[in-house]
């Protein structure tokens, strides 16, 4: 048996998400803040016998904060299991409650969590006429959290997610329209506390491995505890009486001592000295406290560990965080296994960001060892190197799109053998695309060395700090990572910038002509034919997909820096890669042409001596606040993240302002700038007027080419 669906309904940040599993392991991607926590703990809220309590304790924080008001909507937390087994006990406890309709014996089974107004408040909602909108109000403005309940159903039909099912059941507040029926056969019903899913299921949670020391601590979560005091009740009382017997012998011996009994005498007589007989304790001694029960006697015991390939044996405390995670980790799963020998209905083990403080190959390790038969292993990750190792059909990923956080399926609809390329391309660099808020692919590795030194320089910001990862596919092909980003997969932007390859020259060949130059037409003839096929492919493959759009440079990279405006910046690299006065002065003079048959020949020339790799290096360094970005890359910034917030915005209009300074500009323009900035972030100007005022005061600036690619 396995968790096949979990939907959410107005819970925590989640608005309405849906998450597929399989059998086996399954994978949480998402980057901070996007739900993984709150995902679980919905999960525990249903399987997790300790959260019972939790369960009946939601209230008005727990709602989404999308929602304009709470009152009188519900939270839904819905799990569809699948592949119950045969068992007369197993199929006893889902027919009564949880199994779908219709079915001779149960193989799927639905158990939700629903948290609504009571029969009263749902009464007077039903009784609205359609449109009341002072009405609504009026019996939302009397709603408290206790006018809610909590309910446990099963045999449930309904679709949770469906948004329309959701007016028709609980209603329609936008237009103030709600069902004259107050209860729903499809919602399912009502499943007795005594027979709790919870209760029958072996179910692990492992927290993220924030303090372990602590942890172990506290008698209340101290992992080791917990598995002494599970096999302590198999044990029978006979076994503790010899140790029992010792440790009251020792306690009678350590209170027995000579100086301890000396002690005592004098305490005693100190205190009647000063208070008198009156008001004197009536007896006093002084024992030993070793404790004697089999509780107590654990609760004594620490574990001791020797670092990998040390002798010396240390307390938890003296560990390094790697090493006490993962002695934390391993007593977790110990706990789960004697679970899983006492609950044999079905297994579930959650383990939330196992990576704290853990090497990366023992990430690596840990995940591919994990594989417990009939177990269904959850874990969420911030990992590369756990996302690299994980099977994207086993997958979800979590992605924020407002106040609302999403789920994603990154297989869904792709052929077997698609999901092969994807899986085989996703290594622990590209993975990184998994937990962006967008993405940029880019070809060569010029471009993914010098756009990010490029776009810090002269908007003095990092493409990390935009939500953006620059991932270079080499030679995989743009479709094979491209598909990924889709209505049905990941709903995340995908800019893709390759090349066309135009030729830079007239390719006929001459009689003329050197040998070199008749190779390096037909080399450049051939990339333009190929940049041809390229864009048609790419065209169609990006076609009515508003997540994947393709920037095309005309040239190559290097011939488009020049062809921007740099031609500077390229001869300021003359001498570091040629020696030759006269070959130097030549190459000024072709790159500083405005011939792309000259400039363009000759950077390429640079790029080839170098290696394309090691002159991109150069690029990247060379690049300062007055070097131009490309169009067509500004374009693909742009697609990837259109609406950059007003304080980034701010800081990069206050990060040229202090290029301008440091360049020497007069202080009366720039304090007459920042006026303009202090009022753009007050929200007294827009960003237009902001480009506007800027252009009066610093008309040459490059913050102009950015905002002029962000604002139509």
């Known amino acids: 048996m396995h968790i096949s669906k979990l939907s959410l309904v107005n819970y925590r940040n989640f608005a309405n998400a849906r998450f597929l599993f399989r059998e086996g392991t399954n994978t949480i991607i998402g980057e901070n803040g996007s739900g993984k926590s709150n995902l679980f703990r919905a999960i525990r809220l249903l399987l997790d016998d300790n959260m019972l309590r939790s369960a009946y304790r ?26 119950i087994v045969a068992d007369e006990a197993i199929q006893a406890l889902f027919q009564h409650g949880t199994a779908i309709v219709g079915e001779q014996y149960t193989q799927k089974a639905a158990y939700n969590l629903i948290f609504r107004p009571k029969l009263s408040v749902r009464q007077q909602l039903s009784e609205l006429v359609e449109g009341d909108r002072q009405g609504l109000d009026k019996i939302l403005d009397g709603i408290t959290i206790d006018n809610y309940e909590v309910v446990f159903t099963g045999k449930s039909t309904a679709d949770f997610n469906d948004a329309p099912t959701y007016k028709r059941i609980v209603g329609d507040f936008a237009a103030v329209k709600f069902n004259k029926e107050t209860e729903f056969p499809e919602i399912g019903i009502r499943v007795p506390a005594v027979l709790s899913v919870a209760r029958e299921v072996s179910f692990t949670f492992v927290q993220a491995l924030r303090d372990v020391v602590a942890e172990f601590h506290n008698n209340r979560t101290n992992p080791l505890l917990t598995l002494l005091k599970a096999k302590s009740g198999n044990i029978e009382a006979e076994a503790f009486s010899p140790i029992t017997k010792q440790v009251k012998a020792l306690n009678d011996s350590i209170g027995g001592l000579n100086d301890v009994l000396a002690v005592r005498g004098d305490i005693t007589q100190t205190i009647k000295a000063a208070a008198g007989e009156a008001y004197s304790p009536s007896s006093l001694s002084i024992r030993s406290d070793l404790p004697e029960d089999a509780d107590k006697l654990f609760q004594s015991l620490k574990l001791f560990v020797g670092e990998s390939g040390e002798a010396y044996e240390g307390s938890i405390n003296e560990l390094s965080l790697g090493g006490a995670n993962l002695i934390y980790l391993t007593l977790k799963l110990l706990e789960f296994k004697y679970q899983r020998e006492k609950m044999p209905v079905a297994n ?10 853990i090497h990366t190959h023992i990430q690596k390790t840990l995940f591919d060892r994990l594989n417990y038969a009939d177990t269904q292993i959850i874990y969420s990750t911030h990992s590369v190197h756990i996302s690299e190792v994980s099977k994207i059909q086993n997958m979800n990923i979590l992605g924020r799109d407002g106040l609302a956080c999403e789920a994603y399926q990154p297989a869904t609809g792709l052929e077997p053998q698609e999901i092969k390329s994807v899986q085989r391309y996703l290594d622990a660099v590209r993975s990184n695309l998994l937990f962006a808020k967008s993405i940029i692919l880019v070809e060569g590795d010029a471009e993914e060395i010098v756009i990010p030194s490029l776009i810090k320089a002269v908007m003095g910001v990092s493409l990390d700090e935009l939500g953006i990862s620059l991932i270079n596919i080499r030679s995989t092909g743009f479709q094979n990572v491209g598909r990924l980003f889709h209505d049905d997969r990941v709903r995340k932007r ?8 135009t030729a830079i020259m007239d390719t006929k060949l001459n009689d003329d002509d050197s040998k070199a130059l008749k190779k390096f037409k037909l080399h450049i003839e051939g990339a333009q034919a190929k940049g041809i096929e390229r864009q048609l492919d790419l065209n169609e493959f990006c076609d009515e997909n508003q997540w994947l759009s393709v920037f095309y440079a005309k040239y190559t990279f290097e011939v488009e820096f020049v062809r921007a405006g740099n031609a500077d910046v390229v001869v300021g690299l003359l001498s570091d890669v040629y020696v030759d006065a006269g070959t130097i002065e030549g190459a000024r003079a072709e790159l500083q042409s405005t011939d792309v048959s000259l400039y363009g020949r000759r950077v390429l020339t640079m790029a080839a001596n170098e290696g394309k790799g090691w002159f991109a290096l150069l690029l990247a360094e060379a690049a300062g606040p007055t070097t131009v970005i490309p169009r067509y890359i500004l374009d693909a910034l742009v697609f990837a993240n259109p609406a950059l917030s007003l304080e980034v915005w701010y800081h990069i209009f206050d990060y040229r302002l202090r290029v301008n300074q440091e360049a020497g500009v007069d202080v009366a323009i720039i304090d007459e700038s920042r006026v303009h900035l202090d009022r753009f972030r007050c929200g007294e100007v827009t960003l237009g007027q902001l480009k506007g005022e800027f252009f009066k005061t610093l008309p040459t600036d490059r913050i102009h080419d950015v905002v002029a690619a962000f604002v139509s």
């Open 348 to 357: 579930f083990l959650l383990i939330e960001e196992p990576e704290a403080h």
């Open 58 to 83: 939601i209230d008005a924080g727990d709602f989404h904060r999308g929602l304009a008001d709470w009152r009188g909507h519900w939270i839904i937390l819905s799990l569809e299991f699948e592949k």
């Open 494 to 501: 995908c800019a893709i910038i390759t090349d066309l390859d």
